[in-house]
């Protein structure tokens, strides 16, 4: 399918959304909460109708689901960006020149955000409020696995949009299909910029196949340091938390490294993630110290494959370090630069820690759950950013701007 016309009435759309004032896009957000709720039990329905399609032990299907209480919180999140203060119009920068110019730097819309999605039905509703409440019209292409989900949301939208006066075009679906992916990835002139959230390989694909600006959202590796000097209470609640929270999404916990001098605390930290099943991968000194204390059904040794992978569910690796440089480096080794974490009560120990790791979001004493545009009080959030141009971390309204220079003269001209 041809989808120029369809991003041609985008595009055209998007240069309407500047003469909306932020009352009236809040208000648009306001109604669609409302609407969703109203409208959960088709929503759910819809959104049934994809699971039956997909296999519960699949990691994916935890991201696939929603239920009445997931659609709460996706209406709690639509009302907390409404509120938000909008991005755009802000003066970064402003001066008179010697020659009597005056010249500002304001944030504006990039204009057309392109977002490439798999089984995340919720990132339709983060998307769409982000982007109306920054000015952009957005085109979403969602995965085939999400199919009657995307659509019953993207209709609801449309429905909300109609009857607030605002065209419907601000958000398109595209079809599911290879096809429209590789006309989306090179559609210059229509998307100003394209986001993908999913797998490695999908934000591989799009960054070496776009022709167009792309921000990688990347998969989370993420690893949690405990130290020779941490706490075990705090680093039980830790490592527990990231791990098991949601083990589906990208801040989950993947890497767990520990001090050898403090590996007869190994039981008491991984002693709750035997109640959920958590299979550990565990290197040399730490299987031999778990042996007979975790199950051993779920207990396995480390394998070089263990390291640097995104498991997506209940399971973990086990690293022991000998000192704190030997956990920078494996960190630098298979981090996906998204979060990581330390557990410590040395101060020098996490100073240094947050200096050196090279990551979007670096923690000491917390889960790294926490990374999340609601978590940080954005609202919501388009995605984790793990590259360093233009945005890093959580993504949310100001992210989705750029800015423009405006010159004020009376009659100077260039000598």
Same mark, same amino acid.
């Given at each position: 399918?041809?989808?120029?016309?369809?991003?041609?009435? &985008?595009?055209?759309?998007?240069?309407?959304?500047?003469?909306? @004032?932020?009352?009236?896009?809040?208000?648009?957000?306001?109604?669609?909460?409302?609407?969703?709720?109203?409208?959960?039990?088709? %929503?759910?329905?819809?959104?049934?109708?994809? $699971?039956?399609?997909?296999?519960?032990?699949?990691?994916?299907?935890?991201?696939?689901?929603? &239920?009445?209480?997931?659609?709460?919180?996706?209406?709690?999140?639509?009302?907390?960006?409404?509120?938000?203060?909008?991005? $755009?119009?802000? %003066?970064?920068?402003?001066? &008179?020149?010697?020659?009597?110019?005056?010249?500002?730097?304001?944030?504006?819309?990039?204009?057309?955000?392109?977002?490439?999605?798999?089984?995340?039905?919720?990132? &339709?509703?983060?998307?769409?409020?982000?982007?109306?409440?920054?000015?952009?019209?957005?085109?979403?292409?969602?995965?085939?696995?999400?199919?009657?989900?995307?659509?019953?949301?993207?209709?609801?939208?449309?429905?909300?949009?109609?009857?607030?006066?605002?065209?419907?075009?601000?958000?398109?679906?595209?079809?599911?299909?290879?096809?429209?992916?590789?006309?989306?990835?090179?559609?210059?002139?229509?998307?100003?910029?394209?986001?993908?959230?999913?797998?490695?390989?999908?934000?591989?694909?799009?960054?070496?196949?776009?022709?167009?600006?792309?921000?990688?959202?990347?998969?989370?590796?993420?690893?949690?340091?405990?130290?020779?000097?941490?706490?075990?209470?705090?680093?039980?609640?830790?490592?527990?938390?990231?791990?098991?929270?949601?083990?589906?999404?990208?801040?989950?916990?993947?890497?767990?490294?520990?001090?050898?001098?403090?590996?007869?605390? $190994?039981?008491?930290?991984?002693?709750?993630?035997?109640?959920?099943?958590?299979?550990?991968?565990?290197?040399?000194?730490?299987?031999?110290?778990?042996?007979?204390?975790?199950?051993?059904?779920?207990?396995?040794?480390?394998?070089?494959?263990?390291?640097? @992978?995104?498991?997506?569910?209940?399971?973990?690796?086990?690293?022991?370090?000998?000192?704190?440089?030997?956990?920078?480096?494996?960190?630098?080794?298979?981090?996906?630069?998204?979060?990581?974490?330390?557990?410590?009560?040395?101060?020098?120990?996490?100073?240094?820690?947050?200096?050196?790791?090279?990551?979007?979001?670096?923690? @000491?004493?917390?889960?790294?759950?926490?990374?999340?545009?609601?978590?940080?009080?954005?609202?919501?959030?388009?995605?984790?950013?793990?590259?360093?141009?233009?945005?890093?971390?959580?993504?949310?309204?100001?992210?989705?701007?750029?800015?423009?220079?405006?010159?004020?003269?009376?009659?100077?001209?260039?000598?």
């Amino acid at each position: 399918m041809n989808i120029t016309h369809q991003l041609e009435k &985008t595009q055209k759309a998007a240069g309407t959304l500047p003469l909306l @004032t932020d009352g009236q896009i809040s208000s648009v957000l306001l109604a669609l909460a409302e609407e969703t709720l109203k409208q959960s039990p088709f %929503i759910l329905a819809e959104n049934t109708k994809d $699971l039956e399609r997909m296999d519960p032990d699949d990691p994916r299907y935890d991201r696939l689901m929603l &239920t009445e209480a997931r659609l709460a919180d996706i209406a709690a999140d639509l009302r907390n960006v409404a509120s938000l203060s909008s991005p $755009l119009g802000r %003066i970064l920068y402003a001066a &008179t020149l010697p020659n009597g110019l005056d010249i500002s730097r304001i944030s504006v819309p990039f204009g057309v955000v392109g977002i490439i999605y798999e089984a995340r039905p919720n990132v &339709t509703f983060d998307v769409f409020a982000l982007c109306l409440k920054s000015g952009n019209a957005c085109v979403l292409k969602g995965g085939s696995d999400a199919f009657f989900s995307n659509s019953a949301i993207v209709g609801v939208i449309h429905s909300v949009l109609e009857s607030s006066g605002i065209s419907r075009e601000v958000v398109t679906l595209l079809p599911a299909g290879r096809e429209e992916t590789d006309q989306m990835l090179h559609a210059r002139g229509f998307i100003d910029l394209i986001i993908p959230r999913g797998s490695q390989g999908l934000i591989d694909f799009v960054r070496e196949n776009a022709s167009i600006p792309v921000i990688e959202t990347g998969a989370g590796i993420c690893h949690t340091y405990f130290d020779a000097e941490g706490d075990v209470a705090k680093g039980a609640e830790i490592v527990f938390n990231a791990k098991t929270r949601r083990p589906s999404v990208c801040n989950a916990l993947d890497c767990l490294i520990i001090h050898q001098d403090r590996l007869r605390d $190994l039981p008491a930290l991984t002693e709750k993630l035997a109640g959920k099943g958590v299979i550990i991968y565990a290197d040399q000194p730490a299987y031999n110290v778990l042996s007979g204390s975790y199950p051993g059904q779920w207990l396995l040794p480390a394998t070089p494959e263990s390291f640097g @992978t995104e498991f997506l569910s209940l399971k973990m690796a086990v690293k022991t370090v000998s000192n704190p440089e030997e956990a920078l480096s494996h960190i630098a080794r298979y981090s996906s630069r998204h979060s990581e974490a330390i557990v410590t009560e040395n101060k020098a120990h996490a100073a240094r820690f947050v200096q050196l790791v090279d990551a979007a979001v670096v923690y @000491t004493n917390a889960s790294t759950a926490f990374t999340d545009g609601a978590q940080f009080g954005l609202g919501a959030e388009i995605g984790i950013s793990t590259q360093k141009l233009h945005a890093r971390g959580p993504m949310a309204l100001e992210e989705l701007t750029t800015y423009k220079w405006i010159v004020h003269g009376n009659g100077q001209v260039r000598i």
